[in-house]
């Protein structure tokens, strides 16, 4: 099966953030702010308030490729994309997400810790494979034990991943490497610190 053409924008990207806040307005912020740092992809989670309304805002922007992540289901899956979701994350293997991310042309990026898991999100149809959580299932050598019996396959490692493992699951095959709190604090946010956020996200961009 042929790559999805939006994989090697992840690949080059090397870092999707993943936006996971309790405030919407937060959300926002943290998100300009990675914007002013160069940042131009985003995974937008579920677990913000009206995050559909974040994803249409920012998928106005034809510069930005945006996500939806945490998707619990279809329909969720339907309203994100309706809004301009061009990627699905979810941190379990869910076969329902498949046919929206299709009719939609919209990769699906699914979540699995072990072989079988892997397999099975793979059997599924997911284009991506979320090693989720990243860090507690072993770090970037679950990762290179993974990639050893899944040659080919585009590993997202997630969870745990901050700039100073960056490389590291990169070296161990993963394609790029989704980063959460580490990259955007709430609480950094919330104390309005953007000078801290942009510093860890210039260090994204010089490894990049
Ligand atoms: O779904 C992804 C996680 O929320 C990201 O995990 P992290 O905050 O440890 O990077």
Known sequence: MSEHP??????????????????????????????????????ITMTIPDAPALIRELSSDPALL????TVPDAATADTCLRAGARFVVSPWVDPDLVAPCRAAGAILMSGATTPTEVRAALKAGAQVVKVFPAASAGGPAHVKALTSVFPGIVFCPTGGVDPSNL??????????VGMGGKLVDEGLVAANDRAAVMAVAQQILVKA
Do not use: C
Request: aromatic content about 10%; overall charge positive.
């Open 167 to 176: 490389d590291a699951y990169l070296s161990a095959g993963a394609s790029f």
């Open 66 to 69: 945006v996500g939806a992540g």
């Open 6 to 43: 939006l994989i090697g924008q992840l690949k080059a990207a090397r870092v999707v953030p993943v936006v996971r806040m309790k405030n919407a307005a937060h959300a926002a912020t943290a998100v300009r702010w990675l914007y002013d740092a160069g940042l131009r992809i985003f995974e």
